[in-house]
């Protein structure tokens, strides 16, 4: 009796496994869901890198915000990079399929101008030099650089690891790669000059995401962190943490485990900061202040 359980048991089991197949099969032949299926994907590989649950430390001096005025914002702009220029900010997207790079109208939120971005790239970090925009993608390791007017693509760049944030600082582009390093980069031929260590009291500050260039300091947003990091450019030393926690309460109370705090701008013809997240309805122009 007890061996025919067993085999009826076996049965039911590699009937199950087989349906099992048969559907991803099925799947995998069809466009529509293997559209859907790379976009799940993107977020799955992004979560394989979530944080413990423990949060990082904040050690550096903390300092907290005051919303001075609200912006609308497109809520499904998977938000990876974001500067303020000319008077407009731009905008580049993720997610593939999705990705894009943007010229949006601040009071309004419009999108005047857009580059769709390949299916097969996943837009990340982007930064302004020298009337030329530069993007990033996240596992292509390949980046595009446009003229700023028209987005035209004028070449291609490439680069080892992956693709998060990107900023000017000075002479340099700096990108994150979602780890504790930044990476310092010629802007004329894109090789790698060096790469800085971001500590926090010693302690190494791994996911560091979007970045912006403000008054000598380099802001970093923290994957899936409600803290943005100042970095000093010359030692990596974290020299203070700007709690954006305040940010949530105008949300909708429904959220997206995606929608994290993602995209700093600085506007510094009128020393205005912008920051916003991935599909996120808003965009705020903060001021930091002492905690």
Not at 173 to 202: A, C, W, Y
Not at 228 to 255: C, H, N, Y
Request: glycine share 6%; net charge negative.
């Amino acid at each position: 009796m007890a061996a025919n359980l067993r085999f009826k048991c076996a049965v039911v089991l590699f009937s199950v496994l087989a349906n099992l197949f048969s559907a991803i099969s099925l799947h995998e032949i069809s466009p529509v869901t293997d559209r859907v299926l790379c976009i799940q994907s993107a977020l799955a590989m992004d979560a394989e890198t979530e944080p413990l649950s423990s949060p990082q430390p904040h050690l550096a001096p903390l300092f907290k915000i005051r919303i001075l005025k609200r912006y609308p914002h497109d809520p499904s702009a998977f938000t990876q990079g974001l500067i303020f220029a000319n008077g407009f900010l731009y905008e580049s997207t993720g997610l593939n399929g999705e990705s894009s790079l943007r010229q949006v109208e601040l009071e309004t939120g419009r999108v005047l101008k857009k580059y769709d971005l390949p299916f097969r790239y996943f837009g990340e970090g982007l930064t302004l030099w020298k009337g030329s925009l530069f993007q990033l993608t996240w596992k292509s390791r390949k980046g595009f650089v446009y003229d700023l007017d028209s987005f035209a693509v004028k070449r291609e760049f490439s680069y080892s690891g992956e693709g998060w944030g990107l900023a000017t600082v000075g002479k340099s582009l700096v990108m994150s790669n979602g780890t504790e390093d930044l990476i310092f980069l010629n802007p004329k031929t894109l090789v790698r000059q060096r790469s800085l260590r971001v500590l926090d009291m010693g302690n190494p500050v791994p996911l560091l995401n979007e970045l912006e260039f403000i008054k000598g300091e380099i802001f970093a947003n923290v994957w899936h962190d409600d803290f943005v990091a100042k970095i000093s450019p010359k030692t990596g030393k974290v020299t203070g943490w700007i709690d954006m926690s305040a940010l949530r309460q105008e949300l909708p109370p429904e959220s997206n485990p995606e929608e994290a705090l993602n995209g700093i701008a600085y506007d510094a013809e009128k020393d205005r900061i912008f920051v916003t997240g991935k599909l996120w309805p808003l965009l705020f122009e903060i001021e930091v202040i002492q905690q």
